[in-house]
């Protein structure tokens, strides 16, 4: 059903496979995007520098299915702003940027 494909990664403009059983979990996830980035980008992203790691070819990742998280962009329901969130927001709920999250009470 799936098929191997290349894709350009947006940081680094290698072409990078998503591959079959890569296509599998994404379609089982929910997940409608296909990656952006090479699997060296996503980690580099994910472990907080930046865009380009430089590295070689082999495939990096880790965590749960070695991708990087989807992340959704919605409007905060306090100030207005951009909220960029790990779900898809459903418009029942509140959705709240980074900080108007951080200055909410915490419940726990």
Avoid: I
Wanted: hydrophobic share 25%; with cysteine; proline share 6%.
């Amino acid at each position: 059903m799936y098929q191997d494909e290349f894709l350009s990664c947006v940081d680094c403009s290698r072409q990078f496979t998503f591959t079959a059983g890569e296509q599998e979990f994404f379609a089982q996830k929910g997940f409608q995007n296909k990656p952006n980035r090479c699997p060296e980008c996503r980690a580099a992203r994910k472990a907080g520098q930046g865009g380009r790691s430089g590295g070689g070819g082999a495939r990096s990742g880790g965590g749960f299915g070695g991708g990087q998280r989807e992340m959704f962009t919605a409007t905060c329901s306090r100030c207005g702003g951009v909220a960029e969130v790990p779900f898809q927001p459903r418009g029942d709920k509140p959705v709240y940027c980074r900080d108007c999250f951080a200055s909410r009470p915490s419940y726990r």
